[in-house]
């Protein structure tokens, strides 16, 4: 590990900060979970099962962590209900860094594929746009050369939101006028960003259009194009969840990864909700990693999801 990959008290203080109401949702309920008792039962675990489930972590990831803690329980025999926070923060770690993938050191990128093509897609209002400026700032501050691509053509607002955060970070936005064709603005993009050495581009996409089927066409006839200028473009195909919406973002991702190709996803606006457990759920649940969460409208607000940190943050170190 290197010297930068430390998490910084900064990102620390505004993951704790971000998370503070899903923290106090989940606390409240697991004190109310073992009130009068001062020994991990059958009662306490069932009551265990509803904070969780009520917590928006899903019910097949539930039925994980309380089989987990069942073993545990039987194991030491005698676990009091103070140490019941700790035992679950090791088991949904034990969870989650188990059956999925490494999370990433930072906003770093694949150094064989230039320009890296990130496609960010998703439903209306998740927090696209929010979430490409600030990668954008992310990726400028360690010295890339980014390209954004304004292929949100849908609505006019959608452009300048993008043109926006291109100045505001100080990078070039690609893009046409409104109603013209997306694919057309993403081959646009990635030619300029080619032709000027572009380390990486992110293509801005509309999250609704007239109906399911025109979206999910839309954004293959995208992809196609792109592959006409950087031939295994898109590398990276971001779904963006809105975190605040719970199991809807999970039925979201559910839908979503079944109709198009998705390797990467991205949790937003989990600061002011009680609905963060909903993480724990989809980074369980789905074979694609959790890349970024949102914890904030800010340009510092988006930060890679490391599972332990996490969970550290939600339940204590
Ligand atoms: N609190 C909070 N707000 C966020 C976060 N991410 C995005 N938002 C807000 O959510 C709203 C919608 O964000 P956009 O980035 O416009 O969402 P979008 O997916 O591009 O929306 P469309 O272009 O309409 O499809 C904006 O007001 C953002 O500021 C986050 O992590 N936390
Ligand atoms: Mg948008």
Redesign the pocket.
């Known amino acids: 590990m290197g010297i930068f990959s430390f998490f910084s008290k900064e990102k620390k203080e505004t993951l704790d900060k971000g998370l503070s109401k899903t923290k106090e949702n989940v606390f409240s309920k697991i004190t109310r979970a073992v009130a009068g008792k001062s020994k991990v039962d059958d009662e306490v675990l069932d009551n265990l099962e509803e904070v969780l489930i009520t917590s928006d972590v899903g019910v097949d990831t539930t039925l994980k962590i309380i089989s987990r803690i069942e073993k545990r329980v039987a194991q030491d025999k005698y676990v009091t209900t103070q140490e019941l926070t700790a035992l679950l923060r090791d088991e949904i770690a034990g969870l989650l860094t188990e059956n999925n993938t490494e999370d990433a050191e930072g906003f770093t990128l694949p150094e064989d594929k230039t320009p890296y093509v990130i496609m960010v897609v ?1 439903v ?8 490409i400026g600030k990668l954008a700032y992310q990726f400028k501050k360690v010295g890339k050369n980014v390209y954004l691509g304004a292929a ?1 053509t849908f609505r006019a607002a ?1 452009v300048e ?1 993008l043109v926006i955060w291109g100045e505001r970070v100080g990078v070039p936005v690609i893009k046409q006028k409104m109603g013209s064709d997306p694919a057309s603005v993403a081959f646009d993009t990635l030619s300029s960003a080619k032709a000027n050495n572009a380390d990486v581009v992110i293509i801005d996409t ?3 259009l007239h109906n399911k089927i025109n979206l999910m066409n839309e954004l293959t006839k995208i992809k196609n194009v792109m592959k006409k200028v950087v031939p295994d473009a898109p590398h990276e195909v971001l779904l ?1 969840l809105d975190g605040s919406t719970g199991q809807n973002a999970f039925e979201q991702a559910k839908q979503f990864t079944a109709a198009t190709e998705v390797n990467a996803l991205a949790v ?5 909700t009680a609905k963060g457990g909903v993480v724990i759920g989809i980074s369980d649940h789905f074979r694609i990693p959790v890349k970024y969460i ?4 800010g340009i510092e ?1 988006l930060q890679v999801f490391r599972k332990k940190e996490f969970v550290n943050s939600l339940f204590g170190e």
């Not at 209002?125 to 929010?130: A, E, L, N, S, Y």
């Not at 937003?268 to 002011?272: E, I, P, R, V």
């Not at 949102?294 to 409208?297: A, K, Q």
């Open positions: 998703g209306n209002g998740v927090g696209k746009t929010t979430t949100d959608a939101q509309a999250g609704r963006v937003t606006k989990l600061d002011g949102g914890l904030g409208e607000d």
